[in-house]
């Protein structure tokens, strides 16, 4: 691995909240990984909604399989920018870590549920996870990441919650940007979603390839798996395409972010901060991913099917908070137990930290 100059740098890290000796065999990013991967919030991944509620089949995305494709792909790109693997990987196996049961409408229903007390925001929650929620040392809460993998975790804020957060919300009030390597997991993240969710969207039949057809993106990578197979199935078809759009969009990601690098010249991680985002796709495929996601928007998260489950999952969630509120008692003891929070925010962090067949149960049994 050749780091730039630009790259964020374990031996410069700001640190983290609890100082703490340094490991001899780890770097400081690596430490952060293998904490997330031993957290509990990573573990329930496996049992939370992408898409498909987890029950609806084995074969669809989790948040977990998400998580590791997120990973896989960011490590590429800042290996191949010189960025830091380690960091990059971090940032992305804890991006999700914050998001409730039953995916975004989950979310919108517990945000709703929070409203008069002070909200919910699935990126703010992630980094309430490792800071504070994930409870495995005698001697602090939380995980005690470096600053770095923190400022990466939290990809968006309002203004109002930045306020109250310290060094870690700065960015936000100065209109700042993080480190590129969390840049580079924000990008990561959309590749995977959107691809991913043509691959599951075809499989579960919300999607044909008739459909699929009117994406640029997509006709354009479906022309050259003809062009070279003739007699395949849509099965495999949908494979080579999805495969095909994926390069496509890495190296493009790759290519673009290296021309704005060259433009730019950040010398250090201090002025990738304050310099415009450098990592980005070329206009044309922004374009063309746009298309896309506007596309998977309408065909498949506004299909009856998964709009069904977003009302189903949005009740789920009002049932669980209303009856947590009339009796917060019901909340597991060693859960609330010497909680500093109000009451509400308890509820939140106890029903965001669910998985899909938990709060199933859960609400079933009230
Ligand atoms: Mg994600």
Redesign the pocket.
């Known amino acids: 691995m050749i780091l730039k100059a630009y790259a964020a740098d374990p031996l410069k890290t700001l640190g983290r909240r609890y100082t703490e000796s340094k490991s001899i065999n780890r770097n400081d990013f690596q430490r952060d990984r293998d904490r997330i991967i031993h957290s509990s919030a990573f573990r329930r991944l496996e049992y939370k909604t992408q898409v498909f509620v987890n029950h609806e089949g084995d074969m669809f995305r989790t948040r977990l399989t ?2 590791i494709e ?1 990973s896989q792909i960011s490590r590429g790109i800042a290996r191949t920018l010189g960025c830091h693997e380690d960091l990059a990987e971090t940032i992305a196996l804890a ?2 870590l914050g998001h409730t049961p039953f995916g975004h409408a989950g979310q919108d229903a517990l945000n709703s549920c929070m409203k008069i007390h002070g909200g919910f925001e699935h990126n703010l929650q992630s980094l309430r996870v490792v800071d504070y929620l994930e409870r495995r040392y005698a001697s602090f809460d939380g995980l005690n990441l470096t600053f770095e993998s923190r400022e990466g975790i939290l990809k968006h804020c309002s203004i109002k919650n930045a306020k109250t957060l310290g060094s870690i919300g700065d960015r936000f009030i100065n209109k700042h940007q993080p480190s590129l390597e969390a840049q580079i997991v924000n990008i990561a ?1 959309e590749i ?2 959107n691809n991913h969710d043509v691959d599951d969207g075809f499989r579960s039949g919300l999607l044909n390839f008739k459909a699929l057809m009117q994406n640029t993106l997509f006709s354009r990578c479906a022309k050259v798996v003809d062009q070279i197979y003739s007699n395949i199935s849509d099965g495999q078809k949908i494979n080579e395409v999805v495969r095909r759009m994926i390069h496509l969009l890495i190296e493009d990601v790759c290519t673009q972010s290296q021309k704005n690098l060259d433009v730019y010249q950040p010398k250090n991680i201090y002025d990738v901060r304050i310099l415009p985002p450098l990592i980005d796709f070329s206009s044309d495929l922004k374009k063309e991913q746009y298309e896309l996601k506007q596309f998977l928007r309408h065909a498949m998260y506004e299909h009856p099917h998964v709009a069904k489950m977003t009302e189903n999952a949005g009740n789920t969630i009002e049932k669980l908070f209303a009856h947590y509120i009339k009796q917060p008692k019901a909340i597991p003891e060693n859960f609330s137990m010497d909680r500093i929070d109000e009451p509400a925010r308890v509820i939140a962090d106890y029903i965001a930290g669910m998985t899909d067949r938990f709060a199933i149960q859960a609400a079933e049994k009230l």
């Open positions: 998400h998580s997120v991006h999700d993240d995977a979603y």
